[in-house]
């Protein structure tokens, strides 16, 4: 009898933790992952924000000292979660100076107008002419830098220019500049991660000293650079500058004042080829694949139609990634809409939290000087705003059952709720970087 009773007692359930109690530790548990890319780019921008350069062995150290720190806390749950912050911030830093160090310093300036030569690596069309960034570049013949020089040709300077041409021009020059104000943007920051060591502008026309044999990174740029001239050429000055900026990704030939009117209407995101653009390229090259799929009894009995149609949207993407230049909001914008066309292969939810971690994470390995930038913040807040939104209340706008009028009302109103999402997400990171709020 005192067996049985053992027994019993044995297989009792201990008692239960309340039902809420349970639901907030998983979430909690699930949702811990998605602070280490936080965490990752707090790292970054402590880097960025100190007075006086770190020693380089300073960030190794710290970053073992925190991963021997997370291996001894691994059992215990809330050590483990600061830990693994603290490990990330540090990579974040570590990341961030390393990247700092690989770039070639900067460059002496001299006063006074100067013969530059160099080879042509890009060519930018501006609503007022022409403007050129030369690499390998020499001033008055001197020894070959490590940083590349910007010059705005003059008006009227129409000589043949293609991109790899060896070129001499007599310019005047300016160091990187600083912020307009303490805590302004820095263009000099921006300069000096692009590979910048001056800009400054013609006082002579160009000569072409040799021209380039064709690469395929040059024939893709002057393929950019021929769509571009072809339609500001065919289209109206209006609208030239705007079908040649989505098409190309040149921005440069947008006037100030078609630009400012753009940004007074709250439509300056258009204007910025990136998530928006990608988006309705690659939507739309999924659709029509799916659908000329479905005219293919052979292929529907052998492959997926969902497999073809991704296989298509992302190699409509590269290419439309290729034609606007591979810049930093078009490859962030690409490997988002990559992991959607992952998850709908793999038959896994496409759009979540997870998968925007895991781009901030990966973009932030790459290019960790993007963090202070508004395209990265203002991105980022946008789909993490919407995915968490519709997460929450997505629900409501649901039209199955609904009549035509339901479907319609709810149709218009998820477009409102997403606007409003986007919107009210960005508006802070737009009003720190601008100094502005949009209007409308």
Same mark, same amino acid.
């Given at each position: ?5 053992? &027994?019993?007692? &044995?297989?009792?359930?201990?008692? !239960? ?11 909690? &548990?699930?949702?811990?992952?998605? @602070? ?19 020693? $380089? ?9 925190? $991963? ?78 490590? *940083? ?14 293609? +991109? ?10 300016? +160091?990187?500049?600083?912020?307009? =104000?303490?805590?302004?943007?820095? @263009? ?21 000293? *040799? ?7 040059? +024939? ?8 571009? /001239? ?12 705007? +079908? ?12 100030? *004042? ?6 007074? $209407? ?71 809409? /990559? ?8 038959? #896994? ?20 000087? /993007? ?10 807040? $946008? ?6 939104? =519709? ?15 339901? #479907?319609?009302?709810?149709?218009? !109103? ?27």
């Amino acid at each position: 009898m005192d067996v049985a009773l053992i &027994a019993v007692r &044995a297989a009792k359930p201990a008692a !239960a933790p309340p039902p809420g109690a349970l639901r907030s530790s998983a979430a909690y &548990a699930g949702r811990i992952v998605l @602070f280490l890319p936080v965490a990752m780019m707090a790292g970054i921008l402590l880097y960025f924000d100190l007075r006086a350069e770190p020693p $380089a062995w300073l960030a190794p150290v710290a970053i073992v000292l925190a $991963a021997g720190v997370l291996t001894v806390l691994w059992r215990r749950p809330v050590g483990r979660r600061l830990a693994a912050l603290a490990l990330f911030a540090l990579l974040g830093l570590g990341r961030a100076q390393w990247q700092a160090m690989l770039m070639p310093p900067p460059i002496v300036v001299p006063h006074g107008v100067v013969t530059v030569t160099g080879r042509v690596s890009s060519i930018d069309l501006l609503a007022t002419g022409r403007r050129v960034r030369i690499a390998a570049s020499r001033l008055n013949g001197g020894p070959a830098l490590g *940083r590349a020089v910007r010059i705005k040709l003059r008006r009227g300077d129409d000589v043949r220019l293609a +991109a790899g041409d060896s070129v001499r021009v007599r310019a005047f020059l300016f +160091a990187p500049s600083r912020p307009a =104000y303490p805590g302004g943007w820095s @263009f000099g920051r921006d300069q000096f991660f692009s590979g910048l060591g001056a800009v400054g502008f013609a006082v002579g026309k160009l000569d072409v000293t *040799r021209v380039a044999a064709p690469g395929w990174g040059g +024939a893709l740029r002057r393929l950019r650079e021929t769509i571009a /001239a072809r339609v500001l050429t065919a289209m109206p000055p209006t609208t030239g500058p705007i +079908a040649a900026t989505l098409l190309t990704g040149f921005e440069e030939s947008i006037p100030a *004042r078609e630009r400012q009117a753009f940004i007074t $209407a709250g439509l300056a995101h258009i204007l910025a080829v990136a998530g928006l653009h990608i988006g309705i390229v690659m939507g739309a090259l999924f659709a029509l694949a799916r659908f000329c799929v479905g005219w293919s009894e052979f292929l529907l009995l052998r492959v997926p139609a969902k497999v073809i149609a991704s296989a298509v949207a992302f190699a409509g993407g590269v290419v439309y990634a290729a034609l606007t230049g591979f810049h930093v909001p078009i490859e962030r914008s690409l490997a988002m809409a /990559a992991l959607v066309l992952l998850g709908i292969v793999a038959g #896994r939810r496409a759009l979540s939290l997870r998968g925007l971690a895991v781009a901030a994470f990966v973009l932030m390995l790459i290019e960790p000087q /993007a963090v202070p930038g508004p395209s990265f913040q203002m991105s980022f807040s $946008a789909v993490l705003a919407l995915i968490a939104g =519709y997460e929450a209340v997505g629900r409501r706008f649901d039209t199955e059952g609904a009549g035509w009028r339901g #479907r319609l009302g709810r149709h218009i !109103a998820a477009l409102a709720f997403t606007s409003l999402l986007a919107g009210g997400a960005s508006m802070p990171f737009a009003a720190y970087q601008f100094q502005q709020v949009q209007p409308y």
